[in-house]
């Protein structure tokens, strides 16, 4: 891809679109509160990470 060697910081409203990224930072309030790759992320269900793509019928 032609970001391969690049960050790209991407502020997303539909999950589906960062599924495949490396890493996912999920803020809350203002705070970062995971950081970590979504299938990382997406093992534990009580990450916010989860509970968003449940809400999103992702998992």
């Not at 960050?7 to 309030?29: E, F, G, Q, S």
């Amino acid at each position: 891809s032609q970001f391969k060697d690049c960050t790209v910081l991407t502020i997303a409203h539909r999950l589906n679109t960062i599924m495949n990224y490396d890493k996912v930072l999920v803020m809350d309030a203002g705070e970062i509160r995971e950081f970590d790759a979504p299938e990382k992320l997406l093992e534990d269900k009580n990450t916010i990470f989860y509970g968003l793509a449940a809400q999103a019928k992702l998992v």
